[in-house]
């Protein structure tokens, strides 16, 4: 199957300081990829710079036929890359109905479909559409950015770290929530410190150490590898 | 009589916050402080006088014609004096909106003239009788158009897909991007808008106070002074902080009025209710709220918009 988004010798920087080398990693219509890594290893630099927010970088990006090179980050979004960011970035002062609707660019019937998709798949936010960003508890504000980022209907969603700072139960449930996306037809490239959790629901991974990939494979191949056992599986 | 005072007060606070309006606005979607946004006022003023040259007819006519200049005059704005410069220290904003403000005095001094000019009443100059009192027609139509321009400030911003596109970007720049927002040409129309908020006021208050070129740099530190006794990036604050500097301006004066010391008014009574212990006694207040509540009255709920 031909990959939907296919990176080959990306490295970004800032200034002098070189975050990523030489990347190359595709993902393919309706799969889940993984990037694992310890803190400070690129993830979200890669995911940051497929979007084009950040670092200077060089390489090649492709999404599906079109090249990403010299396309702005708001035209990224418009292709179908769907991001959910680090740190969730809902906005604070809007309404979670306003975060959602801020997303969509399609048609009134359009938007409406995608809000019914959002609902049914985080019901939690439908009762709690007139609350501001702020005012949702940090699992609350993960659905929002990831149903957010399904409002701008992506065909590849980016998902940064969804399950920082939530409890075990609650990130279980975000990963229970990936792979129902997934169903719905979204290729998902999901940075992850949590192995265990991510190689669970992944189809490939790639494992970053100091802005290199290291090794990648299927989550079999990745759970059997002695640098992903060493470092990320308890030996 | 107190109401007379009142309205007045009120008339000027409205037009005001239009302007503390704007100038949040700029705030909130560049971090940058537009200080050409006084000249903005003044520029709105001579738009009305020059389209009444041309066209004679009531304020009120005008106000379509200048809402359309000042549009275009504050995209022009950013395009001249942000964008270039949106990538460096904050200072260069700073100096350049400073400049821009001073390209715009002297630009209307060459082409109208330093002397200061009265643009025409929304809609006549006449007064009209409530409860006994004789009330200035302008008075009740200032506040009336400036509470239709927030109301459909309000709107455009809460009810409509561009407003929250705008507010989303004011919020978080990159975010917005990243779902496909053209965050540079939302910031292009906040400096629109921004301009046409300030521009009306100066339509509104070109008939009462006169207008002339240099008007701008007294209208910014009302701006600022409004937005810091308020709360930076709070519009509701804005609102408020505006008020309270037209009520300083406009009632403190006529206290002796107000509590019936006419007819017994000394020199001392003078002194103490004039417009310069006004002012004195406004810049105390901000002092006092820069000390002891440093972010403004509605500060807290902007840090959580930020």
Request: glycine share 10%.
């Amino acid at each position: 199957m031909t990959a939907l988004l296919n990176i080959e010798g990306l490295s970004a920087r800032y200034g002098e300081r070189i975050m990523l080398h030489d990347i190359a990693l595709s993902v393919k219509a309706g799969e889940i990829v993984a990037v694992l890594g310890a803190n400070g290893a690129g993830k979200t630099t890669l995911l940051n710079a497929i979007m084009g927010i950040g670092a200077t970088v060089t390489g090649t990006l492709r999404f599906g036929s079109t090249s990403l090179t010299d396309v702005s980050t708001a035209d990224r979004a418009r292709a179908g890359l769907g991001f959910s960011p680090e740190g969730r970035r809902v906005f604070p002062g809007m309404t979670v109905r306003e975060n959602l609707l801020v997303a969509s660019r399609a048609d009134a019937a359009k938007t409406s479909r995608r809000l019914h998709e959002v609902h049914a798949l985080f019901p939690d936010l439908a009762g709690k559409h007139a609350a501001l960003g702020w005012q949702l508890s940090g699992g609350q504000q993960q659905m929002l950015a990831i149903g957010r980022a399904m409002m701008t209907g992506p065909r590849l969603l980016l998902l940064d770290e969804p399950s920082l700072g939530l409890s075990p139960l609650l990130a279980g449930e975000v990963m229970g929530k990936i792979v129902a996306l997934q169903k719905l037809g979204v290729a998902v490239l999901l940075a992850e410190q949590n192995v265990v959790r991510a190689l669970a629901i992944a189809d490939r991974g790639y494992v970053l150490e100091l802005g290199r990939i290291v090794t990648e494979g299927s989550p079999d191949i990745l759970r059997a590898d002695r640098r992903v056992r060493q470092a990320f599986l308890g030996g | 009589m107190a109401l007379q005072i009142l309205l007045n007060a009120l008339a000027l606070g409205a037009a005001y916050a239009l302007l503390a309006f704007g100038f949040v606005l700029i705030v909130n979607a560049t971090s940058a402080v537009n200080f050409a946004q006084g000249d903005m006022v003044m520029a709105g003023g001579y738009v009305a006088i020059a389209v009444a040259s041309i066209a004679p007819m009531p304020g009120i006519a005008l106000l379509p014609f200048v809402l359309v200049a000042m549009i275009v005059v504050g995209l022009l704005s950013s395009l001249v004096a942000y964008f270039p410069l949106k990538s460096r220290p904050p200072v260069s904003v700073f100096v350049s909106t400073i400049a821009l403000g001073i390209i715009l005095q002297n630009t209307v001094n060459v082409l109208a003239g330093a002397a200061p000019r009265a643009a025409p009443a929304l809609f006549g100059d006449g007064q009209l009788a409530m409860g006994g009192a004789s009330i200035a027609i302008q008075s009740i139509a200032v506040i009336g158009v400036a509470a239709l321009l927030i109301a459909g400030q309000w709107w455009l911003f809460a009810r409509t897909a561009i407003g929250r596109a705008l507010r989303a970007t004011a919020q978080d720049r990159v975010m917005a991007e990243a779902l496909g927002i053209r965050a540079n040409r939302m910031i292009a129309l906040t400096f629109g808008l921004a301009a046409a908020l300030s521009g009306a006021a100066g339509l509104l208050l070109a008939n009462t106070f006169f207008v002339s070129p240099s008007d701008g740099t007294n209208y910014i530190i009302k701006a600022y002074i409004s937005v810091t006794i308020g709360g930076w990036g709070s519009l509701t604050g804005a609102a408020l902080g505006a008020l309270l500097v037209a009520l300083f301006e406009v009632a403190y004066p006529q206290i002796p009025i107000l509590i019936g010391l006419t007819e017994s008014s000394t020199a001392v009574t003078q002194v103490v209710f004039s417009q310069t212990t006004g002012t004195i006694l406004l810049y105390v207040a901000v002092l006092i709220i820069l000390f002891v509540r440093p972010q403004g009255i509605f500060g807290e709920l902007a840090q959580r918009r930020a």
